[in-house]
T-cell receptor
Framework: SQQGEEDPQALSIQEGENATMNCSYK?????LQWYRQNSGRGLVHLILIRSNEREKHSGRLRVTLDTSKKSSSLLITASRAADTASYFC???????????????FGQGTILTVHP | DGGITQSPKYLFRKEGQNVTLSCEQNLNHDAMYWYRQDPGQGLRLIYYSQIVNDFQKGDIAEGYSVSREKKESFPLTVTSAQKNPTAFYLC?????????????FGSGTRLTVV
C-alpha cells in the first residue's frame, strides 16, 4: 500500500531557483525520510526527520514535518542541474511505539533543473 | 568502501524460468530488504529480513522467495509463479530495523521477461 503521496508529480525549474516538494501520508509514523534517485540507479538517503521533530536542515536541504496534518515538505535551495532526479518520501510506520524498519515509499516527484 | 552490491545489473528471463538476484552487503547491517519498482512508480516491498535465518513477507511477496543464511547475503528468487516480473529490483539494508535508520540501497537489477 502506498502511504506517502508526493506533490507535484513533476517539477521543472531553472538553476538557482528553489524547489519544493510535498509529501502526505495516512498513518502515524516513527520517522519520515527523503531519498533521491538518479535515472536507472538505486536510491540515495538524503535526510531523516523523526516524529517529534518539526524541521531539519542538511546543506541545501530543508525538511519540515507537520504530524497534525500528516505532511512533510522538502526544500532544495539554489538548485543545480546536478539536482535533476526523482525524489521520494518514505514513512516508517509507528507500530505501537516501535519501528519495524519497513519503509513505505511514495510515487516520487521528478525534478528537472535546467542550466 | 562499504556498500551493497547487486548483481547482475541486467537480467533476462524466459517464460517459466526461475531466476535469482544477488544482494551482498559489507556494512555489517542486520536488516535487509527487497523492493520492486515499476516505471514511474514508487517502491513496493517484496520481502525483508531483520536477522539471519529469519525473513518476512512484504506487500507483494507472491511469486518470490528469499533466504538469509548469512548476514551479508539476501538473494531473491523470482519464480515462474510471478506473472509480471519485468521490473527494477532494489535491495537495501539498515543497521538495526528498530532504531529508525535510513536505508542504504544497491544500484539495482533490471529484470526483463523475453
Amino acid at each position: 500500500s502506498q502511504q506517502g503521496e508526493e506533490d507535484p508529480q513533476a517539477l521543472s525549474i531553472q538553476e538557482g531557483e528553489n524547489a519544493t516538494m510535498n509529501c502526505s501520508y495516512k498513518t502515524s509514523i516513527n520517522n519520515l525520510q527523503w531519498y533521491r534517485q538518479n535515472s536507472g540507479r538505486g536510491l540515495v538517503h538524503l535526510i531523516l526527520i523523526r516524529s517529534n521533530e518539526r524541521e531539519k536542515h542538511s546543506g541545501r536541504l530543508r525538511v519540515t514535518l507537520d504530524t497534525s496534518k500528516k505532511s512533510s515538505s522538502l526544500l532544495i535551495t539554489a538548485s543545480r542541474a546536478a539536482d535533476t532526479a526523482s525524489y521520494f518520501c518514505a514513512t516508517d510506520p509507528d507500530a505501537g511505539g516501535t519501528s519495524y524498519g519497513k519503509l513505505t515509499f511514495g510515487q516520487g516527484t521528478i525534478l528537472t533543473v535546467h542550466p | 568502501d562499504g556498500g551493497i552490491t547487486q548483481s547482475p545489473k541486467y537480467l533476462f528471463r524466459k517464460e517459466g524460468q526461475n531466476v535469482t538476484l544477488s544482494c551482498e552487503q559489507n556494512l555489517n547491517h542486520d536488516a535487509m530488504y527487497w523492493y520492486r519498482q515499476d516505471p514511474g512508480q514508487g517502491l513496493r516491498l517484496i520481502y525483508y529480513s531483520q536477522i539471519v535465518n529469519d525473513f518476512q513477507k512484504g506487500d507483494i511477496a507472491e511469486g518470490y522467495s528469499v533466504s538469509r543464511e548469512k548476514k551479508e547475503s539476501f538473494p531473491l528468487t523470482v519464480t515462474s509463479a510471478q506473472k509480471n516480473p519485468t521490473a527494477f529490483y532494489l535491495c537495501a539494508s539498515t543497521p538495526r530495523f528498530n532504531l529508525g535508520y535510513g536505508y542504504t540501497f544497491g544500484s539495482g537489477t533490471r529484470l526483463t521477461v523475453v
